[in-house]
């Protein structure tokens, strides 16, 4: 057997092999030359392009929110306040997986549902490069906590922020507001630029009427991140401009007394002081505290406030409409006087009840047996109703629709609040237009008498009685007198503002009225005259009480039998001292009963500790 062995060509494999490592050196100049250009192009040409987005992933541009300005009673009382609090947020677009994050840190720190919730809404709100808060008011181990595994959770951090805080709960709430979380609708109104880096904006009350001059103006910085987003080092800084610090008309300790003396009741509470307008007293009962709304509230407690049949969160001062009752009886006696449609000492007889000529419906008294013979004096001084049905009837729904919007009935006051309503006050032009229906006489017989389709708020109700405690002169109704900017320990004065005043006639006519109403509290016959012992300065006011429903002509209104929530409103309007006026009131029981027995003492309370507070 032969082997044959293969003889190479090592000619052609040398020619071979140059011309491969030829191509192969061709190709690797090529690359080298193309690597080369784009190297030129990125360093050379496009240096400034790509320097840029460098920077812009490097250093970024962080909102300064400014400090909130604090809110103060008129004797410096803080009602709100910043405080300190570490929070837990997370910047979406650096953290990841959320859930997964959100999961993550729930074993480290305590993260409920509500926090979850509330997360998840804020994240639909704002853009993902926004720092979302997930947790307020982080304790010490908890900020300790998260510290040590810090390195897990790249865009996750603590923050310190100031948190709104209101130190005497609910004291006061429906007139100071609250602050809360920005929602939707908001943030199309506001300007975006200046809420940077803030998350909350005020709600109600002097928080959200005064929020352009609570707010401040935010600042900015530069600072230099490195790759989990986290700050080295604050390259350049704007400061931020604190909001202005407001001053209330309001007292805080009478405040906290005319609480107290509504405290398990429904109803509102209005003292002003009548030579300026001051609101001394906004109460409004229940109440709720302002704290849980400002990280926040929990959908479960939010709901039981929202459903609560007592409505504590309905702010009764601006928004609660009553029928006056017989507190409107003092503004219609002094219509009959300015019109010459009865005189102080013109009588009239009070059998128990009042019919229209040619009508057969007795319009009832109060008092069953009736009052006897009566003039304006011992009509507002007893408040006998039918004295007021004669005069009402007498005067016409035309001339007491005129007269009475002198005194802002079926208007806005124009407090420096918002959500006020105006009440109302009816009229010919009304009805029609409503009802699309004629006025009728027994309309203005109840009307008379406070009654029909009479509304007022507890403000109006308040600002009426100062024009007539003030002989005339109308004061606007305000609940901030200064304002103090940041760093400047003087104040900013607001002037009262006086608005057109009533035209009568006769200045005695006002001393008429005024008069009744001090002998309605001080004369043994009066129905306020319960208030009146042992008082060292007299006191002009007048009770109501406002029927809830309506009851049949031949039907007796038996309290007993009735649910409570059917049971008339208690009233009482009074000033005092009555002479010289410093301080007026009025006092709306929901459901209380009598005006002299129930609305009336409350007054006196409140009076009495405004006369302790302001005596010099």
């Known amino acids: 057997m032969s082997i044959r062995l293969a003889i190479k060509d090592h000619i052609r494999e040398s020619r071979l092999f140059n011309e491969r490592a030829a191509t192969a050196t061709a190709i690797a100049v090529i690359l080298m030359f193309v690597l080369v250009a784009r190297f030129i192009h990125l360093q050379i040409f496009s240096h400034e392009h790509f320097s840029t987005l460098s920077d812009?992933?490097?250093?970024?541009?962080v909102a300064v929110p400014p400090t909130r300005g604090l809110i103060?009673?008129?004797n410096g009382v803080l009602i709100a306040q910043n405080l300190p609090s570490f929070s837990l947020e997370i910047v979406p677009e650096q953290a990841g997986d959320i859930d997964e994050t959100l999961n993550a840190l729930a074993g480290l720190i305590t993260i409920n549902e509500a926090d979850i919730t509330r997360f998840h809404k804020q994240l639909e709100q704002n853009p993902p490069f926004n720092s979302i808060p997930v947790r307020f008011h982080l304790s010490d181990e908890e900020v300790a906590s998260f510290a040590a595994n810090r390195y897990r959770?790249?865009?996750?951090?603590?923050?310190?922020?100031?948190?709104?805080?209101y130190p005497h709960g609910d004291l006061a709430v429906h007139a100071i507001g609250y602050v809360g979380r920005i929602n939707v609708d908001e943030l199309r109104q506001i300007d975006s630029a200046n809420y940077s880096g803030t998350q909350l904006i005020g709600k109600t009350g002097v928080e959200k009427y005064y929020e352009d001059i609570l707010h401040g103006r935010v600042g900015f910085k530069r600072v230099e991140t490195n790759a989990f987003g986290r700050t080295i080092r604050i390259l350049e800084r704007t400061a931020s401009v604190p909001g202005n610090n407001l001053y209330l008309t309001i007292d805080a300790q009478l405040q906290s007394v005319a609480e107290k003396t509504l405290d398990g009741q429904r109803g509102a509470i209005v003292a002003l002081d009548p030579k300026n307008g001051d609101i001394l007293a906004f109460v409004s009962k229940p109440g709720f505290d302002p704290n849980p709304f400002v990280i926040g509230i929990d959908p479960k407690n939010f709901a039981e406030?929202?459903?609560?049949?007592?409505?504590?969160?309905?702010n009764r001062v601006l928004k609660g409409q009553y029928p006056p009752g017989s507190t409107l009886k003092p503004f219609i006696g002094l219509a009959g006087l300015e019109y010459e449609k009865t005189g102080i000492n013109t009588t009239s007889f009070c059998p128990g009840w009042f019919t229209l000529p040619g009508d057969e419906r007795k319009y009832r008294d109060w008092k069953h047996e009736g009052h006897g013979i009566v003039n304006l004096d011992k009509a507002i001084v007893e408040s006998c109703d039918v004295f007021f049905y004669d005069l009402a009837l007498t005067l016409g729904i035309d001339n007491l629709h005129r007269f009475l919007s002198q005194f802002g009935f079926g208007q806005k006051t124009g407090i420096d609040l918002s959500g006020e309503l105006s009440g109302l006050l009816p009229s010919r032009e009304w009805k029609q237009k409503e009802h699309h229906?004629?006025?009728?006489?027994?309309e203005t017989l109840?009307?008379?008498?406070?009654q029909g389709y009479t509304l007022t708020t507890p403000l109006q109700l308040a600002s009426a009685t100062a024009i007539l405690a003030n002989r005339g002169v109308h004061r606007q109704p305000r609940i901030v007198y200064a304002i103090q900017e940041p760093g400047n320990s003087e104040m900013n004065i607001r002037e009262s503002s006086e608005v057109i005043s009533p035209s009568i006639a006769k200045a005695a006519n006002w001393e008429s009225i005024i008069n009744s109403m001090i002998r309605a509290v001080h004369s043994i016959h009066g129905t306020a005259h319960g208030i009146s012992r042992n008082l060292s300065y007299k006191i002009a006011g007048k009770t109501g009480t406002a029927q809830v429903f309506g009851i049949k002509e031949d039907e007796e209104y038996v309290k007993e039998d009735i649910s409570k929530r059917l049971h008339d409103h208690a009233l009482f309007i009074a000033f005092a001292p009555a002479e010289d006026p410093r301080i007026v009131i009025a006092v709306i029981v929901e459901n209380g009963g009598g005006g002299g027995s129930v609305a009336a003492p409350i007054a006196r309370k409140i009076i009495d500790k405004f006369m302790q507070l302001n005596t010099t």
Not at 56 to 61: A, K, Q, S, V
Not at 305 to 314: A, E, R, V, W, Y
Not at 446 to 450: F, R, W
């Open 446 to 450: 109840i009307t008379g008498i406070g």
């Open 153 to 165: 959770f790249p865009g996750v951090d603590i923050e310190a922020r100031l948190i709104r805080d």
């Open 56 to 61: 812009d992933n490097r250093i970024n541009i």
């Open 305 to 314: 406030l929202q459903n609560s049949i007592d409505k504590p969160l309905f």
């Open 437 to 442: 229906q004629p006025w009728y006489p027994g």
């Open 72 to 74: 103060y009673d008129r």
